[in-house]
């Protein structure tokens, strides 16, 4: 049977809905193309002169101002293409790998553009005869577009220093997601410089035109997948509030309709960004887990008042229509490589996997779920779980309290307590998904037990 979204998603039969194509993109082909690419550039650059004159101090660090520039602004093309949103990318390798990708070509183009600016002025200061702070004046002042250049640099200092983790324990979603939007700023004011000054463009008309070209592949990619895409999914399936259900203390329920819904590609693991229009807050983008499994006629967004935006959707008005990104993510059954499988959520992380525990295939004892929570008051769909184990013969352990307390292990996901609850872990794929410290420790404690890498599946993002 099939339920309406007038209140809790108990057990059903599942419709066959539309499911996302399936990408698969090997690392080592994408790190070879865009080490392939990298060495074009560099053979570009010598072509045109631009090792000659490394016999002089002026001439070595000049070389290396145009290097580093060169290959700073290759990663921030780079990091636009991870920022696209693009399919392909996410699915083969998952939001875990893609931030960690994401942070260290950051902070890669930060220093590569750093390192040129210093050098750069350095050389031509040694060239001209003056002082650094005199030669610093003298490109700011009289260089096109070098003082653009420099608010750029700004800009893509800013997003760093954001990204860093003291500094994003401090940040709300908003703000950071807010700041991060001013990269696209910052590559605009630093394009103008190098297509002006920058030496590949104008000494070789070949290097201008592959720059200029891979511009707008870039440009291409972010018009495509991040407006393009959502605008098309949200006019085709015009997705509003249909109603607002209380889950637990501070966790509410956004039910989703729409039209044809049985035709939104989308598995369960996965999340969509969600704009909801309101008059406050159609300018805020907030990332949900699916929190049922999809069924064609409503989705399920659960949402937890983490003290930011959230809040405000504790109350969001029924009939709101909603703009969303996605869906994206890999925490999906596509990754499952064992015929078992192990469920490990904490706290609100329970979202994805509870919609998982409803729809991968298994049978009689092949899906066991680790649900961790502080409070009894915490555990998030209990009764909807509990029922969906009944019906799918599957195993669920609640484990519950304060680390360290009397009656909970100073470790209850440890290597020992992992082995105890699920014996034959070793031959299950595992699906993770919480804070990041529990996540961090599980993974840990897998890695001892033996699990391999490829049977451990996180994703992991602000809900």
């Known amino acids: 049977m099939t339920h309406s979204p007038a209140g809790s ?22 790190v070879a193309l865009l080490v392939g690419n990298g060495v074009l550039i560099a053979a570009m650059w010598v072509r045109h002169g631009g090792s000659s004159g490394l016999d002089t101090a002026a001439g070595f660090l000049t070389a290396v101002g145009q290097l580093t520039a060169l290959f700073g602004t290759y990663l921030v093309l780079i990091e636009l293409v991870l920022m696209s949103r693009s399919p392909w990318l996410e699915q083969s390798f998952g939001m875990d790998r893609l931030a960690a990708a994401h942070r260290w070509v950051g902070f890669g183009c930060v220093w590569l553009l750093g390192i040129h600016a210093v050098t750069t002025t350095i050389g031509y200061g040694l060239g001209d005869g003056q002082t650094v702070v005199g030669e610093a004046w003298t490109l700011v002042t009289t260089y096109p577009f070098v003082l653009w250049a420099v608010a750029g ?32 700023l910052a590559v605009a004011l630093t394009f103008a410089h190098q297509l002006v000054v920058g030496a590949d463009f104008t000494d070789d008309p070949m290097a201008r035109l592959y720059w200029i070209g891979m511009y707008l592949l870039t440009v291409a990619a972010i018009l495509v997948f991040r407006f393009g895409q959502p605008i098309r999914t949200s006019l085709r399936h015009r997705l509003r509030v249909a109603n607002v259900v209380r889950e637990g203390p501070g966790v509410v329920s956004i039910y989703l309709t729409g039209r044809d819904l049985d035709r939104l590609a989308i598995r369960s693991g ?80 329970i979202t994805p996997l509870r919609a998982l525990l409803e729809e991968l295939p298994g049978r009689h004892g092949d899906l066991t779920l680790i649900y961790r929570a502080r409070r009894e008051a915490d555990l998030v769909f209990r009764a909807e779980i509990d029922a969906i184990a009944r019906l799918r013969g599957a195993t669920v352990h609640y484990i519950v309290g304060q680390r360290g307390s ?9 290597p020992e307590s992992l082995s105890t609850l ?29 699990v391999a890498a490829e049977q451990i599946h996180t994703e992991r993002f602000v809900y």
């Open 270 to 349: 996965q999340y969509l960004v969600c704009r909801f229009l309101a008059s406050d807050g159609w300018w805020r983008a907030h990332p949900f887990s699916i929190s049922a499994a999809p069924n064609g006629e409503w989705l399920r967004l659960t949402v937890k008042d983490l003290g930011d935006d959230s809040a405000r959707l504790q109350d969001v008005p029924l009939g709101t229509p909603v703009y969303v990104e996605g869906p994206y993510g890999a925490l999906t059954g596509a990754r499952r490589t064992k015929s078992r499988v192990l469920l490990v959520a904490g706290g609100i992380g």
């Open 422 to 450: 699920v014996p034959d872990v070793v031959d299950r794929d595992v699906f993770l998904c919480g804070p990041t410290p529990m996540m961090d420790a599980t993974q840990r404690s897998l890695r001892v037990l033996g």
């Open 153 to 184: 640099f700004a800009l893509f200092v800013a997003v760093a220093i954001s990204s860093m983790r003291a500094a994003r324990r401090r940040l709300s979603y908003e703000t950071w997601h807010g700041i991060h939007l001013y990269a696209y």
């Open 406 to 414: 009397w009656d909970l292990p100073a470790e209850p996901l440890g």
């Open 9 to 30: 998603a108990a057990p059903r039969t599942l419709r066959r809905v539309t499911r996302p194509r399936t990408w698969s993109l090997r690392a080592t082909d994408v």
